[in-house]
């Protein structure tokens, strides 16, 4: 008769890399908020990335809501769309996040 043998799987848990406030069972690194906030960033990310392409191929222009994009006096039109220039710095801040999250370091090179 063989003996019956009892084995226990351990499982390990670690502190979440990004809050260190739950505990999160190994491979995993990150909490479910935490997860849950990283995927709402990227689609974040994702979303104004596909908007600055379309600015940036001119596929729309970005005016003020009602105007039709034609200008309606005051200050000159700059000779840059502002809107886009805040879209891609947004993007920006959206990637140095999750570069910080991922665990490397920015390089504003």
Same mark, same amino acid.
């Given at each position: 008769?063989? +003996?019956?043998?009892?084995?226990?799987?351990?499982?390990?848990?670690?502190?979440?890399q990004? =809050?260190?406030?739950?505990?999160?069972?190994? +491979?995993?690194?990150? =909490?479910?908020? =935490?997860?849950?906030?990283? &995927?709402?960033?990227?689609?974040?990310?994702?979303?104004?990335m596909?908007?600055?392409?379309?600015? &940036?191929?001119?596929?729309?222009?970005?005016?003020?809501?009602?105007?039709?994009?034609?200008?309606?006096?005051?200050?000159?039109?700059? +000779?840059?769309?502002?809107?886009?220039?805040?879209?891609?710095?947004?993007?920006?801040?959206?990637?140095?996040?999750?570069?910080?999250?991922a665990?490397?370091?920015?390089?504003?090179?």
């Open positions: 008769m063989v +003996p019956y043998s009892t084995t226990c799987a351990v499982i390990t848990t670690e502190p979440c990004y =809050c260190g406030s739950q505990q999160v069972e190994a +491979p995993g690194t990150l =909490c479910q908020d =935490c997860r849950r906030q990283y &995927a709402k960033t990227l689609h974040n990310l994702r979303r104004n596909q908007l600055s392409q379309r600015v &940036a191929r001119h596929e729309y222009k970005l005016g003020e809501p009602g105007t039709g994009g034609k200008p309606q006096g005051g200050e000159a039109p700059a +000779p840059v769309n502002m809107h886009a220039i805040d879209l891609l710095g947004e993007a920006e801040s959206l990637l140095q996040d999750a570069w910080y999250d665990g490397a370091v920015w390089s504003d090179r």
